[in-house]
């Protein structure tokens, strides 16, 4: 009987019930699921990750101390070369590791390390040419040309540190952008920076959406928490002064407990229940505090926060877990 043949059979005999599958685990000493292939010691990846991470942590703080200690000594050349040269340097070195596939992750350790250096870096270079920043537009060029560069290089090589310098020297460009265009007017921003706060976390949100399946997916939970964080924080700094967005922060912070069980995310389902739980205090608070019935507010204020932390146990269980 050939190979095809005898597993046709077998399963044939399993999908009417003759042999069940702990049958045919027991007679052949496997688990259910259980991979054929050898599988990777986990604790030599975790290891070589751990060594990773350590030694780009000491080579910045080295860097920083050694910079520190001969700043004043250094001319403007050495100084942009200490900081961005360092930078574009080991970013160089990074793409060169990385497009030649040598070691798991010692090519993205080296754009990490020049990912730190090169924003400050070019804020270096700025301030030794003597670029006049009596607007922001220089600042807000470099770091448009920054988010150029990143976005460039993510593109090249697909890795997900170098998505996360994109994304974060972008808002950095986005905030710098508004800012100097306000300069540049009469315009008053009132509460402009809260409603682009939103507008950015909403964003960091979509992209953790778009970027579940694919290379970007150690992103997922950070931009999740930033956009989160960002959007439902910008929005409570609202509610204060008005009563339209104290009833309707009602509804974003239960679309936000909508949406980590749609997305599957604890982090998204922590940050609106902890926001919630604040509003509800300012609420309280608000409205309770100089009547007689605060100590019942308190009274029932506790139930609620009991009430909301079994609500998002019971979410992340069933919808998340």
Same mark, same amino acid.
């Given at each position: 009987?050939?190979?095809?043949?005898?597993?046709?059979?077998?399963?044939?005999?399993?999908?009417?019930?003759?042999?069940?599958?702990?049958? $045919?685990?027991?007679?052949?000493?496997?688990?259910?699921?259980?991979?054929?292939?050898?599988?990777?010691?986990?604790?030599?990846?975790?290891?070589?990750?751990?060594?990773?991470?350590?030694?780009?942590?000491?080579? /910045?703080?080295? %860097?920083?101390?050694?910079?520190?200690?001969?700043?004043?000594?250094?001319?403007? &050349?050495?100084?942009?070369?200490?900081?961005?040269?360092?930078?574009?340097?080991?970013?160089?070195?990074?793409? #060169?590791?990385?497009?030649?596939?040598?070691?798991?992750?010692?090519?993205?350790?080296? =754009?990490?390390?020049?990912?730190?250096? !090169?924003?400050?870096?070019?804020?270096?270079?700025?301030?030794?040419?003597? $670029?006049?920043?009596?607007?922001?537009?220089?600042?807000?060029?470099?770091?448009?040309?920054?988010?150029?560069?990143?976005?460039?290089?993510? &593109?090249? =090589?697909?890795?997900?540190?170098?998505?996360?310098?994109?994304?974060?020297?972008?808002?950095? &460009?986005?905030?710098?952008?508004?800012?100097?265009?306000?300069?540049?007017?009469?315009?008053?921003?009132?509460?402009?920076?809260?409603?682009?706060?939103?507008?950015?976390?909403?964003?960091?949100?979509?992209?953790?959406?778009? &970027?579940? =399946?694919?290379?970007?997916?150690?992103?997922?939970?950070?931009?999740?928490? #930033?956009?989160?964080?960002?959007?439902?924080?910008?929005?409570?700094?609202? !509610?204060?002064?008005?009563?339209?967005?104290?009833?309707?922060?009602?509804?974003?912070?239960?679309?936000?407990?909508?949406?980590?069980?749609?997305?599957?995310?604890?982090?998204?389902?922590?940050?609106?229940?902890?926001?919630?739980?604040? =509003?509800?205090?300012?609420?309280?608070?608000?409205?309770?505090?100089?009547? $007689?019935?605060?100590?019942?507010?308190? /009274? %029932?204020?506790?139930?609620?926060?009991?009430?909301?932390?079994?609500?998002?146990?019971?979410?992340?269980?069933?919808?998340?877990?």
């Amino acid at each position: 009987m050939h190979k095809e043949e005898l597993f046709r059979e077998l399963s044939q005999k399993i999908s009417t019930g003759e042999v069940t599958r702990e049958e $045919v685990a027991s007679r052949f000493n496997f688990s259910i699921g259980e991979s054929s292939s050898q599988p990777k010691d986990p604790s030599n990846f975790s290891m070589n990750k751990v060594m990773y991470v350590l030694g780009g942590i000491i080579v /910045v703080i080295g %860097v920083a101390i050694f910079t520190y200690q001969v700043w004043e000594d250094l001319g403007s &050349f050495s100084r942009i070369m200490i900081t961005l040269g360092l930078g574009l340097l080991l970013t160089a070195i990074g793409s #060169f590791l990385s497009k030649k596939k040598m070691g798991d992750a010692i090519g993205p350790v080296f =754009h990490v390390i020049g990912g730190l250096l !090169v924003p400050g870096g070019a804020m270096v270079a700025l301030s030794e040419l003597d $670029v006049s920043t009596e607007t922001l537009w220089p600042i807000t060029l470099t770091f448009g040309a920054i988010f150029a560069f990143y976005l460039l290089l993510t &593109f090249i =090589h697909r890795n997900p540190a170098l998505t996360f310098f994109a994304i974060g020297n972008a808002t950095v &460009f986005i905030y710098l952008l508004v800012q100097s265009i306000i300069n540049d007017s009469y315009y008053s921003p009132g509460d402009l920076y809260a409603y682009l706060t939103m507008i950015i976390g909403a964003s960091y949100i979509l992209l953790a959406l778009s &970027f579940r =399946h694919g290379w970007n997916k150690p992103l997922v939970g950070i931009l999740c928490f #930033f956009g989160s964080s960002g959007f439902l924080g910008a929005a409570f700094s609202q !509610v204060f002064d008005s009563d339209i967005w104290r009833m309707a922060y009602f509804l974003l912070v239960v679309g936000g407990l909508f949406l980590s069980a749609f997305l599957r995310s604890s982090v998204i389902l922590v940050v609106s229940t902890l926001f919630l739980l604040a =509003h509800v205090s300012y609420i309280t608070s608000k409205y309770f505090a100089d009547s $007689v019935g605060w100590p019942i507010a308190l /009274v %029932v204020l506790g139930f609620i926060f009991i009430g909301l932390g079994y609500i998002s146990i019971n979410i992340n269980r069933k919808f998340i877990k």
